[in-house]
């Protein structure tokens, strides 16, 4: 076999192809640990085991890469940018037109007096929403006795219908001494009803 290496041969001269050391490749045991241990180290320690990599790998998905925190992020620097530039130029354009200390000037005497104006107004404005309350105070108690007015008159309305309804009633199942209906009453009612009906 012509790839293989046996323990007795060494090709390609002294190490062969396999290792970098002269030695021969034996079964030895304490060289092979010393080898595994050697090749474990350089890569950089012990394994995981799957379950422990799954869940590492999940939990820091998870908490470093959410795509939309990431973009809401950049859109707040990007807007918080924009406002800080705006707020620089604004106070330059500020210094450029007034270099020195800060004087009153016309325009700030005409806003006092228009805020003074917008007080007086508000003052005003106030009564007018006391009137206004008191209009629709006024008016909402209106209704309420109107509607209870009207509640009133069905009440009244309804107890006269039941009286009138329990007096037919009684008429209706009147008896004589025997037992039997009185029949005046009962023929009354029908007429009245065919009455009615013409």
């Known amino acids: 076999m012509k790839g293989r290496a046996y323990k007795d041969e060494e090709p390609h001269g002294k190490g062969g192809r396999f290792g970098g050391s002269s030695k021969p490749v034996t079964n030895n045991g304490k060289a092979a640990m010393k080898k595994k241990k050697k090749n474990i180290m350089r890569l950089g320690g012990g394994g995981l085991s799957l379950e422990a990599f799954a869940n590492i790998k999940s939990t820091s998905n998870r908490n470093q890469y959410n795509p939309a925190l990431i973009k809401k992020q950049r859109e707040f620097y990007k807007n918080a940018k924009y406002v800080s530039k705006y707020k620089k130029?604004?106070?330059?354009?500020?210094?450029?037109?007034?270099?020195?200390?800060?004087?009153?000037?016309?325009?700030?005497?005409?806003?006092?007096?228009?805020?003074?104006?917008?007080?007086?107004?508000?003052?005003?404005?106030?009564?007018?929403?006391?009137?206004?309350?008191?209009?629709?105070?006024?008016?909402?108690?209106?209704?309420?006795?109107?509607?209870?007015?009207?509640?009133?008159?069905?009440?009244?309305?309804?107890?006269?219908?039941?009286?009138?309804?329990?007096?037919?009633?009684?008429?209706?199942?009147?008896?004589?001494?025997?037992?039997?209906?009185?029949?005046?009453?009962?023929?009354?009612?029908?007429?009245?009803?065919?009455?009615?009906?013409?």
């Open 89 to 198: 130029s604004l106070k330059h354009l500020s210094e450029q037109n007034d270099p020195l200390a800060v004087k009153p000037s016309e325009d700030t005497k005409e806003m006092d007096e228009s805020n003074k104006r917008n007080k007086k107004n508000k003052k005003s404005g106030s009564s007018s929403l006391r009137e206004l309350y008191e209009k629709k105070h006024e008016e909402d108690e209106r209704a309420r006795k109107e509607r209870e007015a009207i509640i009133q008159a069905k009440k009244g309305e309804r107890e006269k219908t039941e009286a009138r309804r329990k007096a037919e009633r009684a008429k209706m199942f009147k008896k004589t001494r025997s037992g039997q209906p009185v029949m005046k009453y009962r023929i009354e009612h029908l007429l009245q009803r065919v009455q009615g009906l013409n």
